[in-house]
């Protein structure tokens, strides 16, 4: 049965340029395509939020250079926590699949590993 999951990655961005963000966007998305075989014609929705210091480029553009044209992509601005990450981009596929839950593999990279210190301890 072909169910909607949710694929999560983030990964932090070194400098507020608009190819620093689509390169570690572009290589984050990459990865997670890779990893969990996603096709985009089973793709739902993309969501990509930004912290409020990255504000050079919309996130969502490298989906669209990597040919992801069909697929509705949404950009949003994550929530300015006392103690959250700073220059982080992050990305929530919603993806049509037979695989479950437990095998969804979810990407946190280049320092966003500190988001999920259960995935990642010794981060």
């Not at 932090?12 to 395509?33: D, F, G, K, P, S």
């Not at 926590?81 to 695989?99: D, F, P, Q, S, Y």
Request: glycine content about 4%; hydrophobic content about 50%; charged content about 20%.
């Amino acid at each position: 049965m072909m169910l909607v999951r949710g694929v999560r990655g983030a990964a932090c961005v070194a400098e507020n340029t608009e190819e620093a963000i689509l390169e570690t966007t572009r290589v984050l998305l990459q990865e997670l395509i890779a990893l969990n075989a996603i096709e985009e014609s089973y793709v739902a929705s993309v969501l990509f939020t930004t912290t409020a210091d990255l504000t050079a480029t919309f996130p969502a553009k490298a989906a669209r250079d990597l040919g992801w044209n069909t697929v509705a992509l949404m950009g949003a601005l994550e929530m300015n926590a006392e103690h959250g990450l700073k220059m982080c981009v992050r990305i929530l596929i919603h993806w049509n699949t037979t695989k479950a839950q437990d095998e969804i593999k979810h990407v946190y990279m280049r320092g966003a590993e500190a988001l999920r210190r259960d995935l990642f301890p010794q981060s």
